[in-house]
Nanobody, 118 residues
Framework: QLQASGGGLVQSGGSLRLSCIAS????????MGWFRRAPGKDREFVSS????????DYADSVKGRFTISRDNDNNTVTLQMNSLKPEDTAVYFC?????????????WGQGTLVTVSS
């Protein structure tokens, strides 16, 4: 089970920190990803981190603004989101990736809503 939290309403230029806590799985062996679904759009990749934390990947739209990290001792993956823009408004989901995270296969969290006002 994955429990995402940290969403909310923030003004453009602001920051939010999303967290996803895993239970019932061996967290440290999974790559972890964050995805988002904006209103009327398909779900899209945001960021991923390898099981060890050594490798990180970001969508071009969030590079330089978002930072993904993980704490294997506490089964947590975090997405620090800075310089938020209205186009970042979406429901954000975490994923324990069964394969490459961009394949969007694995265990999904329930989503947390991020709303960025202009």
């Amino acid at each position: 089970q994955l429990q995402a939290s940290g969403g909310g309403l923030v003004q453009s230029g602001g920051s939010l920190r999303l967290s996803c806590i895993a239970s019932g799985l061996t967290f440290s062996v999974y790559g972890m990803g964050w995805f988002r679904r904006a209103p009327g759009k398909d779900r899209e990749f945001v960021s991923s981190i390898s099981w060890s934390g050594e490798n990180r990947d970001y969508a071009d739209s969030v590079k330089g603004r978002f930072t993904i990290s993980r704490d294997n001792d506490n089964n947590t993956v975090t997405l620090q989101m800075n310089s938020l823009k209205p186009e970042d408004t979406a429901v954000y989901f975490c994923l324990a990736c069964a394969r490459r995270c961009k394949e969007q296969s694995g265990y999904w969290g329930q989503g947390t809503l991020v709303t960025v006002s202009s």
